[in-house]
Every structure is written in C-alpha cells, then in structure tokens.
C-alpha cells in the first residue's frame, strides 16, 4: 500500500525559507510523477509544483516559479519542495501527491487533482508578517 507523509511545515516569519519533504513508502518513488498542492482556508487546492518519475522534468507555474522549487530523489523515495521569501499568504496546508500516470510537462493534467492518485495527510505551513 502506497503512502506519502509530508514533513517540514511549520511556523516561520516572513521572508523566511522552509524546506518541505514527502516521503513515498510501499512502492519506489521512481514510478511516480509527484507534486504539491496546497489549501488555503476558504479556497480550493492550488497546484504548486510537479516533478516527473525520473526526476529530471518538472513544472513550476508563474506564480510561485521564482520562489518555489522541486526535486526528487528516487534513492530515498522523496520530493521536495524548497520555499523561499515566504509570506503570509503563503499559509496553508501542504499536501504531496503522486500518480503512476505517463508524464508531459506540457499537460494541463499534471496541475490537476484529479491526475493523482495518491495523497499525503498534508502539513502545516504558517508565516507571520
């Protein structure tokens, strides 16, 4: 059985960088594209970054590209999500997903919910002004 366990959230101040893991358990990390959402009170989950099986592709989107970054290590079956200059709106739940799906970084599906399979219980990230 597959499951992901999100680590690393906690309470920062703003400007502040947090370094953000998951964990795959129950299969090899290196059959999975992975990625990261988050959910902010009152809104809907927001795609944050993917990385592809191997961990040589990922995606970024505009918003959060010059802050955010992704990477994998199938080695030791986890991806990562490095945060930096974080600020308050930056408070929410993180979560970690992953889909033995094909990959294409061009893809639309890859910023979907729906594409993954499998969630982490998510962590708790909350930045102070």
């Known amino acids: 059985q597959v499951q992901l366990v999100e680590s690393g959230g906690g309470v920062v101040q703003a400007g502040d960088s947090l370094r953000l893991s998951c964990t795959l358990s129950?299969?090899?990390?290196?059959?999975?594209?992975m990625a990261w959402f988050r959910r902010v009170p009152n809104k809907g989950r927001e795609f944050l970054a993917a990385i592809s099986h191997s961990g040589i592709s990922s995606f970024v989107p505009d918003f959060v590209k010059d802050r955010f970054t992704i990477s994998k290590d199938n080695g030791r079956n986890t991806v990562t999500l490095q945060m930096n200059s974080l600020k308050p709106e930056d408070t929410a739940v993180y979560y970690c997903?992953?889909?033995?799906?094909?990959?294409?970084?061009?893809?639309?599906?890859?910023?979907?919910?729906?594409?993954?399979?499998?969630w982490g219980q998510g962590t708790q990230v909350t930045v102070s002004s």
């Open positions: 997903a992953a889909t033995t799906s094909p990959w294409s970084s061009t893809s639309p599906l890859v910023t979907q919910g729906v594409y993954y399979g499998y």
């Open positions: 129950g299969s090899t990390a290196s059959a999975y594209a």
